[in-house]
C-alpha cells in the first residue's frame, strides 16, 4: 500500500482531515506519498507516522522517540511543526532520549530512572537544580588556603586552584552541585576579580540526577 493511500485509510477510520493537510505534513518532512509503504528507509516510515499523529489535529499528542531515523533538518522542522501545536491549544506528551530536542519543545519535564520519577518541573527550574560550574580569579588570599576552604564546601566537586609562579592572580574552577551560595562564600576568603557561573543544559542536569538516584538506591 502506498503512503497516500495507507493515511486515506487511517483517515477513513479515525475520522475527518483538513482538506490538504496530508499533502502539507507530508512536503514538510520531505515524505514521497507515492511509494509503497514497505519500501521504505525506517525515517520515511517515521514520517508517516508523524503526519498520521499531526493529520487530524488531536487535542492531544502522544508522541514517542518522535525523531528516531529523521535527518537534522527534518528534526527541525518537526519541532516547528510542535511548537505550533503548542501555540494552537494542544496538548503534547513527548517521550524522548534526545535532551535537546526536550529542552527546545518543553514546558514541563517528569525524568525517569528505573521505573521511578526522580525530578520533574519547568525546564528552567531542572537546569537551576542541578549542576552549575563556577570560574573565577581571586587575589589576595594563600592559594592551599582557598583550595581547603574549597573543599570544605559541601556539594562542591572537581576544586581546581592554581597560580603561575610570579603572579597574584589565582584561578579557580569548581563544580557546585547544590545551592551556589557556599562556594561563592569561600571565593570571599580572598578577593574575587573575576567570576564566571555556567549554567548546565539539561543533558548535564538529567544525568547529574541519574547518577543521585544511582547512589541513593
Same mark, same amino acid.
Given at each position: 500500500?502506498? &503512503? ?8 477513513? @477510520? ?18 514521497? *506519498?507515492?511509494?509503497?509503504? &514497505? ?6 516510515? $517515521?514520517?508517516?507516522?508523524?503526519? $498520521? +499523529? ?6 492531544? *499528542?502522544?508522541?514517542? /522517540? ?6 537534522? *533538518?527534518? $528534526?527541525?522542522?518537526?519541532? +516547528? ?12 506528551? !513527548? ?5 535537546? /530536542? ?7 519535564? %517528569? ?13 528552567? #527550574?531542572?537546569? @537551576? ?10 587575589? +589576595? ?16 566537586? /572537581? ?14 574552577? %569548581? ?10 562564600? #569561600?571565593?570571599? %576568603? ?13 543533558? /548535564?542536569?538529567?544525568?547529574? !540526577?541519574?547518577? $543521585? ?5
Amino acid at each position: 500500500m502506498k &503512503g497516500r493511500a495507507l493515511l486515506r485509510h487511517l483517515a477513513d @477510520i479515525s475520522g475527518p482531515v483538513a482538506p490538504g493537510m496530508v499533502d502539507e505534513l507530508a512536503e514538510r518532512l520531505g515524505l514521497d *506519498l507515492t511509494r509503497p509503504v &514497505g519500501t521504505l528507509s525506517k525515517g520515511n516510515k $517515521q514520517k508517516v507516522g508523524l503526519v $498520521q +499523529a499531526f493529520m487530524h489535529r488531536p487535542d492531544l *499528542l502522544v508522541l514517542d /522517540e518522535p525523531t528516531s531515523g529523521l535527518d537534522p *533538518l527534518v $528534526q527541525r522542522e518537526f519541532l +516547528a511543526m510542535l511548537t505550533e501545536a503548542r501555540n494552537d491549544g494542544q496538548t503534547v506528551m !513527548l517521550s524522548s532520549h534526545v535532551l535537546s /530536542e526536550v529542552q527546545q519543545a518543553a514546558d514541563d519535564v %517528569a525524568v525517569l530512572a528505573h521505573g521511578h520519577v526522580v525530578a520533574e518541573g519547568s525546564v528552567a #527550574a531542572l537546569r @537551576i537544580a542541578s549542576v552549575r560550574r563556577i570560574r573565577a580569579t581571586v587575589t +589576595a588570599t594563600p592559594p592551599d588556603a582557598l583550595r581547603a576552604s574549597l573543599l570544605a564546601v559541601t556539594d562542591v566537586d /572537581e576544586v581546581d586552584v592554581t597560580q603561575a609562579p610570579g603572579s597574584e592572580l589565582i584561578r579557580v574552577a %569548581a563544580t557546585a552541585l547544590g545551592a551556589i551560595d557556599p562556594l561563592i562564600r #569561600a571565593l570571599t %576568603a580572598g578577593t574575587i576579580r573575576d567570576l564566571t557561573v555556567e549554567e548546565p543544559d539539561l543533558e /548535564e542536569s538529567v544525568l547529574s !540526577l541519574y547518577e $543521585q538516584k544511582g547512589k541513593a538506591s
